[in-house]
């Protein structure tokens, strides 16, 4: 069973800090890694994907992926309210080319 | 471009009728996925569509659930006869199918069986 794993949370964050969000996940064999942000009641919408360890820069947003450790990352940086929503993180695998989700980190930025 | 469109947008059934979801991906995505959303609960993935074809259907619940993809366009999911625990919100996505493009979600069909 392929399995993805958050912090539920909510995590809270005061407003122009970072926000640092975890995913773990358990198929040696993902290739991409995608982190969708969904407001309540509104569908997920993609912040950004990473396949390559390391960093990947976009705007206030960084994904960092680990494949050895099996453990990807989001950082906001500069957090808004607006950042306020569940962000989830979905993995592909290989071969299916099936996403399979996160139960979601619920992220709550101060003002 | 038009995104991925969801009918309807909400259902209300009462147990024991029968209920049909559709999406529209998006023109020229040949992956179609299915995933549902229960209260309170993680997305979970149903089914996943490669043009017409059931790639992967390990994630229906059980054999109330059909899903249909005819000529690879639309795709349907019907629900006959709907319990309880079928609620929640239903969603569909579509991508091109490479390993680095995004899937992209429609607004959801929210099912409510009373």
């Known amino acids: 069973q392929k399995e993805v794993e958050q912090n539920s949370g909510p995590l809270s964050v005061p407003e122009g800090a970072i926000a640092s969000l975890n995913c773990t996940y358990s198929?040696?064999?993902?290739?991409?890694f995608f982190w969708y942000r969904q407001y309540s009641g509104k569908s997920p919408e993609l912040i950004m994907f990473?396949?390559?360890?390391g960093d990947k820069e976009d705007g206030r947003f960084t994904a960092q992926l680990n494949k050895a450790s099996q453990y990807v990352s989001l950082l906001i940086r500069d957090s808004q309210p607006s950042d306020s929503a569940t962000y989830l993180c979905?993995?592909?695998?290989?071969?299916?080319?099936?996403?399979?989700f996160g139960p979601g980190t619920r992220l709550s930025v101060l003002p | 471009e038009a995104g991925v469109t969801q009918f309807p947008s909400h259902s209300v059934i009462e147990k024991g009728q029968t209920v049909t979801l559709r999406c529209d991906p998006i023109?020229?995505?040949?992956?179609l996925y299915w995933y549902r959303r229960v209260m309170g609960k993680e997305i979970k993935f149903l089914l996943h569509?490669?043009?017409?074809?059931?790639?992967?259907e390990s994630g229906m619940p059980n054999n109330r659930f059909l899903a249909e993809r005819t000529g690879g366009t639309y795709s349907t999911l019907k629900v006959q006869p709907a319990e309880l625990e079928d609620s929640g919100v239903y969603f569909c996505?579509?991508?091109?199918?490479?390993?680095?493009?995004?899937?992209?979600f429609g607004q959801g069909t929210r099912l409510t069986v009373v």
């Open positions: 990473i396949y390559s360890n």
């Open positions: 198929d040696r064999g993902s290739q991409s």
């Open positions: 979905a993995v592909r695998d290989n071969y299916g080319q099936n996403f399979v």
């Open positions: 996505a579509s991508s091109r199918g490479f390993r680095d493009t995004e899937a992209f």
């Open positions: 023109s020229g995505h040949d992956n």
């Open positions: 569509f490669v043009k017409e074809s059931k790639q992967d």
